[in-house]
Every structure is written in structure tokens, then in C-alpha cells.
């Protein structure tokens, strides 16, 4: 089973990577571009941290990748109206869209740290390093329904099946984040807490990357439906 499962892996793998290899090649080449630009502005200006942090440079490079995401997400949902697909594959990718466009804006105003504050004020928890944790639960929870909506309607992504090892990868890179994410926040006003955040932000515009891989392979399928 397990050999099984590898063998689908690589021969999805190759044969994702043989049709968008050049796509990869510029996707990779202008995040690598936009790391070291960040690192060395924030390096030579002694603040890493706030280029890295909320309105820096990473979140809005984050806030384009997400929009993008949508946008494509909508075409997508629009090719499949017009060929007159199950009002279901339309709904998958108009709601895939929605959830983009929400994750983009959350990135730029933090509303799940709004979100997060509203709770604690509610339920009248004092914030500390432990509450303050309800904001990765939600952030955890956005993966959560994005993953139980691509499974409800996996059939909607049947078409683009090829897809799967990089899906696979995203996932395990946005986990990595998370993980980075947790480390970052138990070693906070330290200098381990400048690396962890920069690792977790460069982990996010890599998903952020294989997710714009994975759209820009079901764009290129997509012209082929009728």
C-alpha cells in the first residue's frame, strides 16, 4: 500500500512538474527576490521584525499571492458555469474564492486576532501568552475547513487529480509554519524569536507559492473544457 501510495506520488509529481516547470522556475525565483530583499532591508534598517510583522513587506507580498488565489479560484468557477459542470464544481471554487479573498484581508488586518480578542473579551479571559494561543486555534481552524471542504467535494477536483503531490506539499508546508509559528511565540523578545519569524513568514509565501502552482495548472487545464 505504501509503495503503492509513493508511486502515485512521483508519477503526479513528475507530471505536474513537466507541465508547469517553467511557472515553477518564476514562482520560486521571485519569492527567493522578495526573502532577500526583505531580510537585507530589514537587516540594514535594524528592524527584521517589523518588515516581517503586520503591514510589512512579507504580509502584503502575502495579501497579493492570497488575492491572486481568489481571482483565479473565480475564473475557474466561471469556466465551469459556462460549461455547464454540476452547479456543485461551481460552488466548490466560488467558495474556494470567498475563502482566499477572506484570508487575504486577513492577513493585512489580522482578523483573526480581532477575532480572537472579541472571544476572550466575551468570555472575560484575561490575554496572556497562553490565551493568546486561541489565535493559531483559529488560524488552524481556516486549514481545517479548507481541507473538509476539498474532501466533502473531492469530486469537484477530480478534473485537476494531478494536483495531489503539490497539495500535499502546500500542506506540509503551511504545518511547518505553524510549527515555526509556535516556536516564535515561546521565545518572543529574544533573537530566536527574529529567526522563528522569519522562518514562519517565508514557510507562508512558500504555501502560498505551491497553492498559485496548483491554480495555475487547473488554468491551464481549464481552457481545455468545454
Avoid at 99 to 124: A, T
Avoid at 136 to 141: L, Q
Wanted: net charge positive.
Amino acid at each position: 500500500m505504501k509503495a503503492l501510495l509513493l508511486k502515485k506520488f512521483r508519477r503526479d509529481f513528475l507530471l505536474f512538474f513537466s507541465k508547469t516547470k517553467e511557472s515553477i522556475f518564476w514562482i520560486a525565483f521571485i519569492q527567493f527576490c522578495i526573502l532577500s530583499v526583505t531580510i537585507t532591508i530589514g537587516y540594514y534598517s535594524h528592524n527584521l521584525p517589523i518588515h516581517f510583522g503586520q503591514n510589512g513587506i512579507i504580509a502584503w507580498v502575502s495579501f497579493s499571492f492570497l488575492f491572486l488565489l481568489s481571482i483565479f479560484c473565480v475564473y475557474i468557477a466561471s469556466r465551469f458555469y459556462q460549461a455547464k459542470k454540476k452547479f456543485s464544481s461551481v460552488f466548490f471554487w466560488i467558495f474556494l474564492g470567498i475563502g482566499f479573498l477572506f484570508l487575504s484581508f486577513d492577513e493585512v488586518f489580522m482578523l483573526h486576532n480581532l477575532l480572537g480578542q472579541n472571544i476572550r473579551d466575551f468570555l472575560h479571559i484575561i490575554t496572556n501568552k497562553q490565551t493568546s494561543r486561541l489565535d493559531d486555534i483559529i488560524v488552524f481552524s481556516y486549514f481545517l475547513i479548507v481541507s473538509l471542504w476539498v474532501f466533502f467535494f473531492r469530486n469537484s477536483f477530480y478534473t485537476f487529480k494531478e494536483t495531489r503531490s503539490f497539495l500535499f506539499l502546500s500542506t506540509i508546508s503551511f504545518l511547518i509554519m505553524i510549527f515555526f509559528d509556535s516556536l516564535g511565540k515561546s521565545k518572543e523578545n529574544t533573537t530566536f524569536f527574529i529567526l522563528y519569524t522569519i522562518l514562519e513568514e517565508s514557510f507562508k509565501i512558500i504555501t502560498e507559492g505551491l497553492l498559485l502552482l496548483v491554480l495555475i495548472y487547473c488554468l491551464q487545464k481549464i481552457k481545455k473544457i468545454k
